[in-house]
């Protein structure tokens, strides 16, 4: 696959239309390289730029199981490890989220509690 | 999946694009596949003055674009390959614009000298029967500009956008020229001057038709 499919493919880790960006959250989570990576989807490393470009798997049913087996027959790969990753990747986007969400709910609390310290000081 | 080294044929164009708009996830896939590596090298042989690295980027952009937004193509009007050229040479043009108003270096037109390769390339997009725009300055003013090897002023600039737009009126150069306070005919005069000073460049390039 040319170099220059490999660099749009990184251009678009960060972009959650792609394959990419589902690609990159496991591999990072998960401490993999692409050679891990090719070998759990069983295809050489050099399909994993083009995968990466596919649109990401609706989540909805019956959906993502439609779009899983369209991906996995397309690219020859193992539709039930393409299945987990994208699953894992979620998973652990929703907990990044509530996370974020958690410690934006604690800073909002400390600035009132500090608010309201502010003004019983001037009291 | 297989590398495609040709372009594909009109069936098989109109193929993957019912495929991009039904939602197919592997049609951006094939898209990105089989027409960067094209688009990027006929922005560059087309463009031999900009760095190939600013045509790769407009190519990257033009199919983004296209998987983003794929309903911005009528298949009616073109070919997929030519939307993607044309969309393409707009994002190169957009991108040397602001490269150009950013540039440090300001040299006046008449102390620089035209390249060859910006002959070949003026004439080379000119011959191109894939570009449905009629005048060359309309399909990539910045491209000349940029292959033309000289930064203009900021002031001729701006005459040769009015140029390109048919702007007639004195007024309107003598106003980006910085000259409305001399008296009319001294504006004609300059106005003149330096209208045909980017004309005759140009004419000698054989990008400029009146």
């Known amino acids: ?123 | 999946m297989s590398e495609r080294s040709g372009a594909l044929s009109r069936s098989e164009e109109l193929d993957l694009y019912a495929r991009l708009i039904e939602g197919d996830p592997t049609a951006p896939s094939d898209l990105a596949v089989t027409y960067l590596d094209r688009l990027t090298e006929w922005l560059i042989r087309h463009n031999p003055g900009v760095d190939p690295h600013d045509c790769a980027t407009a190519a990257e952009d033009a199919i983004l674009a296209l998987i983003k937004n794929p309903r911005s193509y009528k298949s009616e009007r073109q070919t997929l390959e030519v939307y993607l050229r044309i969309s393409a040479l707009g994002d190169l043009r957009n991108r040397l614009r602001s490269e150009q108003r950013y540039r440090e270096r300001r040299v006046p037109l008449d102390v620089v000298e035209l390249s060859p390769d910006a002959r070949k390339y003026l004439w080379d997009v000119v011959g191109d029967p894939a570009l449905i725009v009629e005048k060359l300055e309309d399909v990539d003013l910045a491209t000349i500009r940029a292959n033309l090897q000289v930064a203009l002023t900021e002031e001729e600039n701006r005459v040769l956008e009015l140029m390109t737009q048919g702007e007639r009126r004195t007024e309107a150069y003598a106003a980006v020229l910085g000259i409305t306070h001399r008296p009319v005919s001294e504006q004609r005069r300059v106005v003149k001057r330096v209208k045909d000073r980017i004309k005759k460049r140009l004419e000698r390039a054989g990008g400029w038709s009146e």
């Open chain 1, 1 to 123: 696959m040319s170099d220059r499919i490999d660099a749009l493919a990184r251009r678009v880790v960060n972009d959650p239309h792609f394959l990419a960006s589902v690609l990159w959250v496991y591999a990072r989570s998960e401490g993999v390289d692409d050679e891990d990576l090719a070998g759990m989807l069983g295809c050489p490393v050099s399909t994993l730029a083009p995968l990466a470009l596919c649109r990401r798997p609706r989540p909805e049913p019956p959906f993502f199981q439609q779009d899983v087996e369209r991906i996995a027959q397309h690219f020859g790969i193992r539709p039930e490890t393409l299945a987990e990753i994208v699953r894992r990747a979620d998973a652990l986007a929703a907990l990044q989220r509530g996370a974020e969400g958690d410690r934006g709910f604690l800073m909002a609390a400390r600035d009132a509690t500090e608010e309201v310290n502010h003004e019983e000081n001037r009291t």
